[in-house]
């Protein structure tokens, strides 16, 4: 009868032992690729987009990679109220103006006009905008119905998850080249 002997079986078993770590971490820094990918085009759509601004909408921009039950999660958000109004438009204009929603989100809208003093603002809204000026008692102020959605951020990550799946992977290989198998 003829003997076999399987050399290398203790180094398999550590490093499949090994492995979902080493998965887990490179889809960690993966996530983290991803988020900074998104990021960085909604900064780039608010650069080439923003006339009148000083970049403070994109400095706004955060992102985080959590593990949430076992998941891995990245998220990307700005918490600058402008973010919102340009993400979906204000008031009638911006319900009616072409933007992409997640389903079951159902943004309320103002339905009336209304008015912004011209004091508050640095820059002519009727030249920027189109909103009319108008006198009230010895003030001016602008009206408005309001503005379109202009979205940058839901692009940007619809873009950055396109990417996703062939960033992981080619994470995921290079950590287990690397740490499991690579020379």
Do not use: C
Request: proline share 5%.
């Amino acid at each position: 009868m003829a003997e076999v002997e399987w050399r290398g079986s203790d180094k398999l078993k550590a490093q499949l032992k090994k492995m979902p770590s080493v998965v887990h971490d490179a889809i960690w820094d993966a996530t983290f690729d991803v988020v900074e990918k998104a990021e960085g085009y909604a900064v780039k759509e608010l650069q080439s987009s923003v006339k009148y601004g000083n970049g403070e909408l994109a400095r706004s921009i955060k992102y985080e990679v959590v593990d949430s039950d076992g998941k891995i999660v990245g998220r990307v958000w700005s918490d600058d109220p402008v973010a919102l109004f340009r993400e979906l438009g204000t008031g009638r204009v911006g319900e009616e103006s072409q933007k992409d929603l997640p389903d079951g989100f159902t943004p309320v809208y103002r339905q009336t006009p209304w008015f912004i003093p011209a004091d508050d603002v640095d820059t002519d809204l009727s030249e920027l905008y189109g909103m009319p000026k108008i006198e009230i008692d010895g003030h001016t102020f602008y009206r408005t119905s309001g503005q379109p959605a202009r979205q940058f951020l839901t692009p940007a990550v619809k873009q950055a998850s396109r990417e996703a799946p062939e960033m992981i992977k080619q994470s995921v290989e290079a950590a287990l080249h690397n740490k499991l198998g690579g020379s």
